[in-house]
């Protein structure tokens, strides 16, 4: 079945980065559009970045510049690195596939930034 398992999630300080990893699983990695989502406390979830099949790329104004998204089709990895954090980018992020059969999402990893 399809997995999406997240890491890299964690406590940083203001300034500081991050590097989240999705391992996917159980469908064709390479043939699936992927992102990276993330949800506040209150907040709906909201697109941070995602990438086509054919290696477009779409970033959040609220992140371009900052967050950097990746993907290895040989690994199925997709991972995003964030740079400069602030404490609006504290939330639960998660991996998402968007592939034949539907959305799947990943447990989520939280990301805290401390002022």
């Known amino acids: 079945q399809v997995q999406l398992v997240e890491s890299g999630g964690g406590l940083v300080q203001a300034g500081g980065s991050l590097r989240l990893s999705c391992v996917a699983s159980g469908f064709s990695f390479s043939f699936a559009a992927m992102g990276w989502y993330r949800q506040a406390p209150g907040q709906l979830r909201e697109l941070v970045a995602r990438t086509s099949t054919g290696g477009a790329i779409a970033y959040a104004d609220s992140v371009r510049g900052r967050f950097t998204i990746s993907r290895d089709n040989a690994k199925k990895t997709l991972d995003l690195q964030m740079n400069s954090l602030n404490a609006d980018d504290t939330a639960v992020y998660y991996c998402?596939?968007?592939?034949?059969?539907?959305?799947?999402w990943g447990q989520g990893t939280q990301v805290t930034v401390a002022l």
């Open positions: 998402h596939a968007l592939i034949a059969t539907g959305n799947y």
